[in-house]
Every structure is written in structure tokens, then in C-alpha cells.
């Protein structure tokens, strides 16, 4: 079956260092959507990437889609203790979305 | 961003008895609803999607006898576990979009069912 994995899937970084998250879909994907959810809450949608080697930027938060739409990244800028949680990307495989296996980011102040 | 909403926030049952969990798009019309299961610190898997006046479509491995879905309008969905079991006790989230939302999801915030 299809599978999205990321890695890594624990992150510790001192507070203003950068983090990466990455995404690899074992299949190539309409589009892709990164989730941000907070111990004891629910995802939250943070952006949808659509076109082969799409890049978004918001504020601090940079997300990239590869040109062959198997995989996909997160990055951090200067991390601060909000950024905190796990962040999913899920993929779009037909009528569905794969959510990928998670990283959990803690951001030591 | 919409609101959806999810009914009980949590739920103690004994075992064999059935639960019913309530999903419902506060102020859009979802003319898709997903439900998830959670385990704790892992990843969200998709058990069924649901469309509004039509029959859900559920994942490999997920029993439809037992994890009944209805999605009667476009503004509530319910799945409703069946004889529960000890083994079904984990964190059940759904997600709702709609034509407004485009491919966005909305999630609830998530029930969570512990059988005895």
C-alpha cells in the first residue's frame, strides 16, 4: 500500500537553531499538506503545496514540493518554544490523504 | 479557519456495548468527511471517508460491520463503534472539506474512546 514516511522522527534544537523535516511518498502525489499538532490537540493545517517543485514561505516556515512529487520538506528558521509539536505532511493519493509517520520537534529555550 | 466540532470529547465504555461519535462542520457545508484513528505518538490512519448521501468508502483492514459510517447531511457525520473492544480504545478524529475549503482539511478535536 502506499506509505509516506518522514524523517527525522524526534528533533530536539536549542531555541533559534533551524530545523528540517522531511517527507517520501512511496508514490507520486496530486499534492501534498503539512499538519501541525500540539500535545493533546488535533492537526492543524498549515499549508498545501500542488505544483511539482512548488515553494511556499510563510513567514518563518519555508515548504518545498520535489520536482517528481514523491516527497516534500518543512523547514524552521530560528526556532522559538511555539514551534513546538509534531508535524505531519499528508500526501494526496487519489481520493485520499496518507498522513506521513510524524516528526516531534521540542525546542529547548 | 472552519470549525468543526466532535461529540463526546471522551468516552468510557464496558465491553461489547456500542459507542457513537458525532462530527459536525459548524459553518460550512462538508461534502467530505474523514475519520482517523490515533494511537498514542504515532500517525494518523485513515479509516474511512465519507460522503455526504452516499456510502463511505473504508481502508483496507478497517471492518465496515463494525465501524459503522453516516454521513446524512452535509453537516454531520457520525461513526458508530460497534461491541466494543478493549482493543479499540484509541483517539478518533475526523476531518471535514468542502467545496469552500478546497482540498483543506478541518479536523475536530478528536474523541477519545477507552473500553473496559
Known amino acids: 500500500g502506499q506509505q509516506v514516511m518522514q524523517i527525522p522522527q524526534y528533533q530536539h534544537v536549542q531555541e533559534g537553531e533551524d530545523f528540517t523535516t522531511y517527507c517520501n511518498s512511496s508514490?507520486?502525489?496530486?499534492?501534498i499538506q503539512w499538519y501541525k499538532q500540539r500535545p493533546g490537540g488535533h492537526p492543524v493545517f498549515l499549508i498545501q503545496l500542488v505544483k511539482s517543485g512548488e515553494v511556499k514561505k510563510q513567514k518563518r516556515l519555508t515548504f518545498q514540493f520535489g520536482e517528481a512529487k514523491k516527497n516534500s520538506s518543512l523547514h524552521i528558521t530560528a526556532t522559538q518554544t511555539t514551534d513546538v509539536g509534531t508535524y505531519f505532511c499528508?500526501?494526496?493519493?487519489?481520493?485520499?490523504?496518507?498522513f506521513g509517520t510524524g516528526t516531534r520537534l521540542k525546542v529547548l529555550a | 479557519g472552519a470549525v468543526v466540532s466532535q461529540h463526546p470529547s471522551w468516552v468510557i465504555c464496558k465491553s461489547g456495548t456500542s459507542v457513537k461519535i458525532e462530527c459536525r462542520s459548524l459553518d460550512f457545508q462538508a461534502t467530505t468527511m474523514f475519520w482517523y484513528r490515533q494511537f498514542p505518538k504515532q500517525s494518523l490512519m485513515l479509516m474511512a471517508t465519507?460522503?455526504?448521501?452516499?456510502?463511505?468508502?473504508?481502508e483496507q483492514g478497517v471492518e465496515k460491520d463494525k465501524f459503522l459510517i453516516n454521513h446524512a447531511s452535509l453537516t454531520l457525520s457520525t461513526l458508530t463503534v460497534t461491541s466494543a473492544h478493549p482493543e479499540d480504545s484509541s483517539f478518533y478524529i475526523c476531518?471535514?472539506?468542502?467545496?469552500?475549503?478546497?482540498?483543506?482539511?478541518?479536523f475536530g478535536p478528536g474523541t477519545r474512546l477507552t473500553v473496559l
Open positions: 476531518s471535514a472539506s468542502g467545496l469552500a475549503s478546497g482540498n483543506e482539511q478541518f
Open positions: 508514490t507520486t502525489l496530486s499534492n
Open positions: 465519507s460522503n455526504e448521501g452516499s456510502k463511505a468508502t473504508y
Open positions: 499528508a500526501g494526496r493519493w487519489a481520493y485520499k490523504y496518507i
